[in-house]
């Protein structure tokens, strides 16, 4: 019998394969329209306000009693920083990007560390560790494929990540974008980790087999995205690596990043994926949408069945939609609880 | 294409390199040169067609589209017995699970640069009044991908549709008019994220409102996107992929009352 643990020991536990007193159950992005308004916040002035911030997804500790905190919301920072144009959505749409590079020498980034959102999330970060020492305070980033995806337009991603198999001029041309986007990377994550990170999250949506090939991901993502999380380890930090879609024909090639922990959404079966990522702990993978629509025998029976198919968290598909309700993320944190009662 | 004399085999090599240097002098002497040989030049040219736009050979479809040009084929039969046929092949594959959406998009790509070629000698077409159904297509309010949604657009453009496409993060309200602008037969939603899924039952709720849901038939996708929950929100449909958008559509509409009926 493992002894109550905190938050962030019990999410530390499960990354470095320990025991738990019960499983943890943790999130990506956070931007919840209920929890928004509840802390007073306002759009769009919650995506550069610091405090705004922390007292939004710090309800998502404290209030639905999720074990991690993470910000910023959404995946449009290093794109903002950039100066790619970002529509700022509204109170339950979040922002989006919506401009490209044409080449990568147009990709400035000598003053990324200056840029009002990322000084934001450093600010959120330092903020959320001084408040809430007891909770993993995860920083919610946009990995390698994915950012250069932001750059080059993600249509040019898929084209380009096809194209550059059948042709060495091709892979030149997307080696040079991934480049620019690991620097960009590990400057944010340096800074992340400086400011108290405990753990950095990387989205890697655009790996995903639904936009780009599995012998695409194994050839170029893998490397791409060892590269950033060798780097954080080196900063003395874990790291989660979360892509969408059904992953399961890239699951060996997730696991052999070296990521803490695999994130898998609804597609997946977890069966099959904890089989195939042997001790890489995976987490994942309750609908979403249960959080907005789901009945509390649904957000049970999903949260069980994940966990039965042996996910080391239990965890939304992707991240928490805007429309959750308070109430339908508490049966969900209630329903891993109980499963622990009974299966640990 | 290898039952083909050796002379043949040649010729269609020669016309592959034209093609992909761009070469139209050299396309239009090497076209001559296999007219000469007496073979089907037509079929060999549709079957051509439709393999190059299933390897996603944008340059070498768009030369061999010059062919057909120039040999005399119907615009129309190129663009359905070669371009569109090619589009058909991937996309079985891609529903078979034996091909990837990068494969789809320059597949994609490939077709409507053939399309772009044929596109002036199509327009005599529509003048002798022949009129396809009409699709308004887009990405929901909030989301910005447009991979998924422009599959869906490629392979009804390939099956005869005439698509709207109202693009990425479009409003409600925008689908509402353009469906009462076009009178269409469709409404075709998409959205890849969760967070935005609310707004297809938003469309459906105006298009009921307005009074015009039962002109059209409404088709919702994307990856969060479920058969159980275009049912609950009031959509006809939600096809697992592009491929069977298509199909679904195609045969929908054969039951569908025409546009003067559902419009008048």
Redesign the interface.
Known sequence: MVSEMTSKERVFAMLNRKPVDRVPVITGSVMVKEYIEKSGSSWPDYHSNAEMMVNTVSLMHTDAGLDNIVMPFGMFIESMALGLEV?M??I???P???SFFNKPEEVKYDNFLEDKYVQTTLDAIKLAKEKYPDAAVTAFLVAPITLAGDLMG??NL??L???CLQKEKQMQKMKDWISIALEINKIYAEACVEAGADILYYSDASAS??????E?YYQVAVPAEKEIGDFVHHLGCPWELHI??DTVPIIEGMASTGADCLSVEQ?VNMEEATKIAGDVPVVGNV???LM?EGTEAQIIEETRKGLDGGAKASML???T???SSSDKLKTWVKAAADWSADKL | MDDLPEEVQELIEELDEAAEDEDEDAIKDLTQKLLATGVDVEAITLKKLALLVMDGEEEMTQGWTQVAIQIGTDPFKTLIEGLAAGMSLIGKKYEEGEAFVPQLLIASAAMYGGMDLLAPYMKQDENSGSKAATVVIGTVEGDVHDIGKSLVKTLLSANGFNCVDLGNDVPASRFIEAARENKATAVSMSTLMTTTMAEMPKVVKMLENEGIRDKLLVMVGGAPITAEYASQIGADVSPHDAASAASWLKGAVFDFPSESVRWS
Do not use: H, W, Y
Request: charged letters at 15%.
């Open positions: 529509k959505g509204r339950d749409i979040q989006s990007v919506r993600a249509e898929s084209m990540s096809i194209k087999p639904n936009l780009v090939m599995p695409f969408c879609g597609a609908t979403p949408l907005v598909g992707c991240g939609p805007p429309l």
